[in-house]
Nanobody, 119 residues
């Protein structure tokens, strides 16, 4: 599967921004999807995830502000970012994953999109 993230940019604190990630090349519905982010000098961290059947999970730091969703008909996953804070500034990466043989998980990554929150 190939992933193409878009929608990043400059946003004011307290505003809103929506990231999109379009998938191609494979059956989108078989993948669990997620958004990760990496700020300068920090490790990549999971922001939000959504299973194949639509169950979601969030990092504590974004709960109540960010919403992940998926549209299987459009092969797209979204991250709605409401009330962003300066600490949300990072490069955001789209992730697709599926189970493989032997208990392994196969991960696929998009190219990343920069989100900068101005205070």
């Amino acid at each position: 599967v190939q992933l193409q993230a878009s929608g990043g940019g400059l946003v004011q604190a307290g505003g809103s921004l929506r990231l999109s990630c379009a998938a191609s090349g494979s059956s989108f519905s078989i993948y669990a999807m997620g958004w990760y982010r990496q700020a300068p000098g920090k490790q990549r961290e999971l922001v939000a995830s959504i299973t194949r059947d639509g169950s979601t999970d969030y990092a504590d730091s974004v709960k109540g502000r960010f919403t992940i969703s998926r549209d299987n008909a459009k092969n797209t996953v979204y991250l709605q970012m409401n009330s962003p804070k300066s600490e949300d500034t990072a490069v955001y990466y789209c992730n697709a994953n599926r189970p493989g043989f032997g208990g392994r998980t196969h991960h696929y990554w998009g190219q990343g999109t920069q989100v900068t929150v101005s205070s």
